[in-house]
């Protein structure tokens, strides 16, 4: 299948088609809307620890942090993310979705800025963040590798690129396709295809080929008694990984 900015054509189309549902917290992404306070804690956390961050008086957690969050969305993450204080742009292939961004930052005051474009796209232009984010992003794409290398060089040296995807293993299909899909239809069928998703083997291996080298890797688990997701050792089916890029020699 073709492939526009890494991401199947097929899979822009999917989400484009569902832009104007993205902030509804019960509609096709309540699942991304479950897990968004994992994210936002677990980024938080990751990219504070990784540049030392320590918060005075009203400086928002992220305060003077350049971030990008590739694969963006109607602006779930991104939008959160640019209250902690980091200045944020938002990218996705998806025009629909981009232009709901648009419209939702207005109405919340949010300020960031968001594009429809690709990695490559800003490669070009020579932009470079301290923290890039491809976050449920990978296992939409084509060529993890290639994707994985232009996300990679839009990193300051020094910064920190982080993912988060799905674990190709027996469990993640069991619960991921089989059971969020078609038992507790918390996603709509034929979001997600079990042989895109990415081992952390993979991920990491992806990374060090574009010369970075993992810090993190942490699992993310769905506690059913609780009916909420928790950070987790287990990796087998959802999980989240950073990686510096290597200081450049001299």
């Not at 890494?6 to 189309?13: D, H, N, S, T």
């Amino acid at each position: 299948m073709a492939a526009v900015a890494g991401l199947i054509e097929e899979e822009v189309a999917r989400f484009d088609a569902m832009a104007g549902e993205w902030w509804d917290p019960s509609g096709p992404m309540a699942a991304l809307h479950r897990i968004n306070p994992v994210r936002l804690g677990w980024l938080q956390r990751v990219i504070g620890a990784h540049f030392r961050r320590t918060p005075q008086g009203d400086a928002g957690p992220l305060d003077g942090l350049c971030l990008l969050d590739i694969g963006c969305g109607a602006g779930l993450l991104a939008e959160p993310l640019s209250r902690m204080g980091a200045e944020v742009t938002g990218i996705d292939p998806a025009p629909s979705s981009i232009e709901i961004a648009r419209r939702h930052a207005e109405a919340t005051g949010a300020r960031l800025a968001y594009r429809c474009a690709s990695a490559e796209d800003l490669a070009a232009e020579g932009a470079k963040f301290d923290v890039v984010l491809a976050m449920e992003v990978i296992e939409h794409v084509g060529d993890v590798a290639g994707f994985v290398g232009a996300a990679a060089a839009l990193v300051k040296p020094g910064g920190l690129l982080a993912m988060s995807t799905l674990n190709r293993t027996l469990k993640s299909f069991a619960l991921a396709i089989v059971g969020a899909e078609y038992v507790l239809r918390w996603v709509p069928q034929g979001t997600h295809r079990w042989e895109q998703f990415v081992t952390p083997d993979e991920a990491s291996a992806a990374l060090r080929a574009a010369g970075f080298e993992t810090k993190v890797l942490q699992g993310m688990t769905y506690q059913p008694l609780r009916g909420a997701w928790t950070l987790s050792a287990d990796t087998s089916v959802n999980y989240f990984i950073a990686a510096q890029a290597r200081p450049v020699a001299g």
